[in-house]
């Protein structure tokens, strides 16, 4: 049976004892009723998985022992997803958990021309991310950036530097299989999601100004956070 995992803003060294959150304390002490002796895992969302053993079980101050260190390379490919902003904003957070369950490393939330909301909670968004990444049991945590204007996104060095630069939208045009492009080696991806109403034909020729390849994913419409999905689970299949 798994160990119960924990985020921490920072790892440790082997042997080292530290204190844990009030919050990660409660769950541990109260919740899971673990005592002195009992194991947990932590991770730093940097790669580095640490195995714990619980040396103080007070309930607001946990102490732990830092009994064993594992660290996991980064993936080979990095896949970021740029996706406007929604209304609902549950369906952002649902977009932004599942496609951290997928496994993709950073997210980029537009704003578009017609992106109807541009309120962002980045805190309550950071720990959907946190959350989903602890369920998942992965010790990587996506990078969530701030939000950022359409034309803005195409003048940051970070973002033009991907190998592979997408764009999905549904205007008839010459649009390649996003499942075909997927497949050609790439160290980076990078694709843009749309909002509701899709991109408009001059964001679209932006895009490929910037050599970004317009690609469709089938025949049915999808919804923005529907198709961020898609997207990601496409490009780490490949």
Not at 65 to 79: K, L
Request: charged share 25%; proline share 4%.
């Amino acid at each position: 049976m798994s160990l119960p995992i924990f985020y921490i803003e920072s790892a440790a060294a082997i042997h080292q004892i530290m204190t844990l959150p009030e919050e990660a304390s409660k769950h541990i002490i109260q919740v899971l009723r673990k005592h002195v002796g009992d194991q947990v895992q932590l991770t730093d969302g940097l790669g580095n998985l640490l195995t714990a053993e619980i040396v103080d079980d007070h309930k607001k101050k946990c102490s732990v022992r830092i009994v064993d260190a594992h660290y996991t390379a980064p993936a080979a490919r990095t896949i970021t997803v740029a996706i406007s902003l929604l209304k609902n904003a549950s369906r952002i957070e649902w977009f932004l958990e599942k496609v951290t369950e997928i496994g993709v490393q950073a997210i980029i939330p537009l704003i578009c021309e017609r992106t109807e909301r541009e309120h962002f909670r980045h805190d309550r968004m950071n720990s959907i991310l946190i959350s989903a990444m602890l369920q998942s049991q992965q010790s990587w945590l996506p990078i969530l950036h701030q939000p950022v204007g359409y034309e803005q996104l195409f003048r940051l060095e970070e973002v033009m530097k991907h190998e592979q630069k997408l764009i999905a939208h549904c205007l008839e045009s010459n649009r390649k299989e996003l499942r075909e492009e997927a497949q050609r080696a790439a160290g980076s991806q990078l694709i843009l999601i749309g909002p509701e109403g899709d991109f408009t034909p001059a964001e679209i020729d932006l895009a490929l100004q910037h050599e970004f390849t317009p690609v469709v994913m089938g025949h049915n419409r999808l919804r923005t956070e529907t198709a961020g999905v898609v997207a990601a689970t496409l490009l780490k299949i490949a």
